[in-house]
């Protein structure tokens, strides 16, 4: 069997990587090849440490521990995230009895080299207190089977024997510190320390020797439980079998909507997202799998970020479909926040310091029998890393309940961890929420001036963004910058199909749209008597269909979310404003905008907001002004293309020129419930201010 199934790693270090190194330097090196694989290294938990000589401010030698910063992840720390302590202040506290979590953060504190220094790790202490130069702790997947297994005390002596110390559950602290330490002073034959429903520590006389360990004790404990898991597959074997992978988009595509209204009703707006890789299906179809996934997490770490438990959905894809699907998916999350509430108002009670705040109570992870996994987040990072992290639990629950009964923290316990002010302190770090955050958009017309400042303006303000385009290149070009948060779909807005996917797309990505920007375009300019019936119709195809499609389209999503939105129409001056030769485009325009004021009227009650952002003569960027539309303009005019920027600034109130990026600000405006949230069927003017367009 491949050992990788069960968390198997490979020793990468190579020697000649650290030559030349300082001792902070390699620490950092160590660190990010534990880091890169997460199956070793949890993001954001771990820590690791060096104790070395050198001189401090006052240019005395003194011993130091480089510790792990809080807040840091081990794949991507930097020597300049470590924290300096000095060492002499530190061990004599291995001679206290006790010592609360605020005293030993705001002793340590002193003891830094600096006080710009991030905090140091919570469990500076275990570091300090062992004695050797170089020490490790991760969560391995591989050690955790063992660890977070009924008998797993008995399982480690089996598969380590001497080498290795069992210490039973203790939270991260001054006691765990102690217990660890003396155990490994007592035991110098000892080579490795398993944490019950925890993790591993390992150390050395050097970097590569306790990297090493680790690696070593990783493939130990993998190998050991390939060898002893029982047979019948894992979780118990398959209760179903799930259909195609088509079909369960298919179906995701028509639930996720509701489910992310649902989670988003308290809390905030979420992202989601979806998974239903092999191991994600393996776990959903398990016989067992669903007592399995309510035991509680498979890691301290884990519960910040996935909560003591999932929600599991029983759903059999073979015989139901989406409609009774979807209302479980709402049930399961009132549910869950009701039984989450009273686990908080209980615990609080019984472990609490009685000042703590409930986090959110939605689950984080959803787990539907047969189809698949869907996490959420505040934004598109925390859904990611909830997702990722119960992959590692759906590893931990294989591997123990293949050799054993899979066991984890109790009720008290985890609160514990969930609601430990040192463990909150991280969440501080973070930077505060944008103003799009756990918002996604759809903008349409994305690959061209316009569109692409609209869509990297509400990027920025931090959204998702779908960049839909004719062009499928362009918006790709456009979203590729803005990484995992930017997504392009090629979608011609004058296909009911092509939009239906558009918007599917976006789902299946994010898990819906909260903000839709009618952008896609074109021009045309012609005296009536010169217009053809074709040009007519490619005009109010694009500018007045094309914009009926993508709302109703919209209308759809978000009437299933039931957490109202915002439609945003770019349309133009000439919507307003007669404009000469353009009569194609002009009244295609005005429909587009009495379009918006209907769909305001329509979408109020449900909080649906539609405004309409009307520009005028954007040439920068503008793949309209670079087409026949600019000699058109200006032959309509009586000057020549190259005056026509000067004749647009000229004949302003504000004596102006806009751009694409003065356009997305005010689509940022209608976008954003903070600063427009009680206003619909308005019209922005964005020209620079002509009298004929002002709205009246």
């Known amino acids: 069997m491949d050992l990788k199934i069960f968390g198997a790693t490979e020793n990468l270090w190579d020697p000649s990587r650290t030559e030349g190194l300082s001792p902070l330097e390699e620490l950092a090196y160590r660190s990010n090849l534990l880091g890169r694989d997460r199956s070793v290294a949890n993001y954001g938990g771990g820590n690791t440490s060096v104790k070395v000589r050198q001189k401090d401010h006052a240019g005395r030698e003194v011993d130091v521990l480089w510790v792990k910063g809080s807040g840091s992840d081990l794949a991507t720390i930097e020597p300049g995230h470590f924290t300096g302590l000095r060492l002499a202040e530190i061990l004599p506290l291995a001679e206290r009895d006790s010592m609360s979590d605020e005293e030993m953060v705001s002793y340590l504190a002193r003891c830094q080299l600096a006080p710009e220094m991030p905090r140091s790790s919570i469990e500076t202490l275990l570091h300090a207190f062992i004695p050797h130069p170089h020490v490790d702790h991760t969560h391995p997947d591989a050690v955790n089977m063992l660890c977070c297994a009924a008998n797993g005390e008995e399982l480690a002596r089996e598969c380590f024997g001497e080498e290795a110390l069992w210490i039973p559950y203790l939270r991260p602290g001054f006691a765990l510190s102690k217990r660890v330490a003396g155990a490994v002073r007592n035991n110098p034959r000892a080579r490795f320390v398993l944490l019950a429903k925890h993790g591993l520590v390992t150390w050395g006389e050097t970097g590569e020797e306790s990297y090493a360990r680790t690696v070593e004790a990783v493939n130990r404990a993998a190998e050991f439980v390939s060898r002893r898991a029982s047979g019948g597959g894992p979780f118990g074997g398959r209760r179903l079998d799930p259909p195609p992978e088509e079909r369960r988009r298919e179906l995701l595509a028509e639930v996720l909507p509701a489910l992310r209204g649902e989670l988003s009703s308290r809390g905030g707006p979420k992202i989601l997202r979806v998974d239903t890789s092999q191991g994600v299906t393996d776990f959903v179809c398990g016989r067992d799998s669903a007592e399995l996934s309510q035991v509680g997490a498979a890691c301290p770490d884990h519960l910040v970020n996935t909560k003591v438990r999932p929600l599991w959905v029983d759903f059999d894809p073979s015989g139901e479909g989406p409609a009774e699907l979807e209302e479980r998916l709402r049930e399961g999350v009132r549910r869950y926040r009701e039984e989450y509430e009273e686990y908080f108002r209980r615990n609080r009670a019984r472990v609490g310091q009685g000042d703590e705040q409930m986090h959110d109570p939605n689950p984080r992870v959803i787990l539907i029998s047969g189809v698949g996994l869907v996490a959420a987040g505040k934004d598109l990072k925390s859904a990611s890393l909830s997702r990722d992290l119960y992959h590692r639990a759906m590893a931990v629950i294989r591997g123990a309940s293949s050799v054993d009964r899979f066991v984890s923290l109790s009720e008290e316990e985890s609160y514990a961890v969930e609601y430990w002010p040192l463990e909150l302190y991280k969440l501080t770090l973070a930077p505060p929420p944008k103003e799009l955050a756990g918002r996604v958009a759809l903008v349409t017309g994305g690959a061209g001036g316009i569109g692409g400042a609209v869509a990297r303006r509400l990027h920025e303000a931090g959204a998702c963004v779908v960049v839909a385009d004719l062009d499928g290149e362009g918006a790709a070009e456009v979203a590729s910058p803005l990484?995992?948060?930017?997504?392009?779909?090629?979608?011609?807005?004058?296909?009911?199909?092509?939009?239906?996917?558009?918007?599917?797309?976006?789902?299946?990505?994010?898990?819906?749209?909260?903000?839709?920007?009618?952008?896609?375009?074109?021009?045309?300019?012609?005296?009536?008597?010169?217009?053809?019936?074709?040009?007519?119709?490619?005009?109010?195809?694009?500018?007045?269909?094309?914009?009926?499609?993508?709302?109703?389209?919209?209308?759809?999503?978000?009437?299933?979310?039931?957490?109202?939105?915002?439609?945003?129409?770019?349309?133009?001056?000439?919507a307003l404003a007669a404009g000469k030769n353009a009569a194609a485009y002009s009244s295609a325009k005005a429909a587009e905008l009495h379009l918006a004021r209907c769909l305001a009227e329509e979408g109020g009650p449900r909080g649906i907001r539609v405004n309409t952002v009307n520009p005028d003569a954007v040439l920068q960027g503008s793949r309209i002004w670079d087409s026949a539309w600019r000699e058109e303009r200006a032959r309509a005019y009586g000057i020549s293309p190259d005056e026509l920027?000067?004749?647009?600034?000229?004949?302003?109130?504000?004596?102006?020129?806009?751009?694409?990026?003065?356009?997305?600000?005010?689509?940022?405006?209608?976008?954003?419930?903070?600063?427009?949230?009680?206003?619909?069927?308005?019209?922005?003017?964005?020209?620079?201010?002509?009298?004929?367009a002002y709205p009246r």
């Open 645 to 692: 920027e000067e004749y647009y600034r000229e004949r302003t109130t504000l004596k102006v020129n806009v751009y694409p990026e003065d356009v997305a600000e005010a689509v940022l405006h209608f976008a954003s419930e903070r600063r427009s949230g009680k206003s619909t069927g308005n019209v922005l003017n964005v020209d620079g201010g002509v009298r004929e």
């Open 483 to 574: 990484g995992p948060e930017g997504l392009a779909v090629r979608a011609d807005v004058t296909s009911e199909a092509e939009v239906a996917r558009a918007f599917r797309t976006a789902t299946l990505a994010y898990g819906g749209v909260d903000i839709v920007v009618s952008n896609a375009g074109l021009a045309s300019s012609a005296p009536v008597e010169k217009t053809s019936l074709e040009l007519w119709r490619r005009n109010h195809a694009v500018l007045s269909e094309g914009y009926f499609l993508v709302a109703r389209e919209a209308f759809r999503v978000l009437g299933r979310q039931g957490t109202g939105g915002s439609l945003v129409f770019v349309g133009s001056k000439n």
